[in-house]
């Protein structure tokens, strides 16, 4: 006897989330370079303002962690303007005349994800 | 089919100052526009809308401006122009504003729209003029562009310039 036919039913959920958020580590040529909160702000928004103009470097942007030793932090953004901040991210190359480089290692729509990276997993 | 399309910005300069339309000059407007731009949109609003970009009407009497750029970099230099507050020219600096008039595809279009956009003007300007003989040369001249509608035989356009004109002199 034939299988009967197995009906399908696909369930689409469009929910594009508003904010894209980003975990980036800056790294210096040379060590021994620190930056506070602020100052790493200020580099980021100095970067869309070099690329994008006074007006997108009012983008929604928020630095929501950050941590001085390893100068990683978690970025939100608003998603039209992802684009416009990992683009002025590759670009930026020196900050105060010493050559530094934005290192992104996760993006993603939700924040949980960020809590987990699997490149960063460890086989025993 | 395959052509570079552009639209042209046709906007006016306002200012206070009477010296200020007099010392326009093209080159002088473009460089004004375009480090406009690169401060607004940055460098890669500099770099995207200064491929098509021209100034390619400039009328210093009446302060009318036509700008050229690509369609799909339009915006940048649209948005970009209520930033500009002041024009420099040797030395002096004098606050001005610019006022867009039209978008539009092509020269021709923006042509038509500033014949109409000029008539009206100068039935505002009848209105509020207070000298005679200034009255009685606006009159002249909005009895002119009536008259050169005519030609062309469009009877409705002339029709009404007609009776605009009557009731502006009542």
Redesign the interface.
């Known amino acids: 006897m034939p299988a009967p036919g197995t009906t399908y039913e696909r369930v689409v959920y469009k929910n594009p989330s508003e904010y894209h958020y980003m975990k980036i580590c800056l790294e210096f040529q040379d060590h021994g370079v620190g930056l506070n909160a602020a100052q790493f702000k200020q580099l980021l928004i100095s970067a ?9 470097s009012a983008l929604p942007l928020d630095v929501l962690t950050y941590e001085e030793k390893t100068l990683s932090a978690i970025l939100r953004i608003c998603s039209s303007g992802l684009v416009k901040l990992w683009s002025s991210l590759t670009l930026l190359g020196s900050y105060k005349g010493k050559k530094c480089a934005f290192r992104v290692i996760q993006v993603s729509p939700f924040l949980l994800a960020l809590s987990g990276n699997s490149r960063e997993l460890v086989l025993d | 089919m395959v052509r570079f399309k552009h639209r042209y910005l046709l906007c006016e300069l306002v200012s206070d100052d009477p010296r200020c339309r007099l010392s326009l000059d093209d080159r002088v407007l473009g460089s004004l526009v375009r480090d406009t ?9 500099a770099a995207a809308s200064s491929i098509g970009f021209a100034v390619r009407y400039l009328n210093a009497y009446t302060g009318i401006v036509l700008l050229r750029c690509r369609k799909e970099f339009y915006q940048l230099v649209w ?1 970009a122009l209520p930033f500009i507050t002041y024009l420099e020219n040797k030395g002096h600096r004098y606050p001005c504003f610019f006022n867009t008039l039209h978008v539009g595809g092509t020269i021709r279009t923006c042509q038509k729209f500033l014949i109409q956009y000029n008539r009206r003007q100068l039935l505002i300007l009848l209105q509020n003029c207070t000298d005679e003989g200034e009255r009685e040369a606006i009159q002249k001249s909005v009895t002119r562009s009536c008259l050169l509608e005519e030609e062309p035989g469009e009877e409705e356009l002339s029709d009404s310039g007609g009776e605009e004109a009557a009731e502006a002199m009542e």
Do not use: P, Q
């Open positions: 869309l303002k070099d690329l994008f103009g006074e007006v997108d | 731009i690169a401060r607004v949109h940055g460098a890669f609003g948005s």
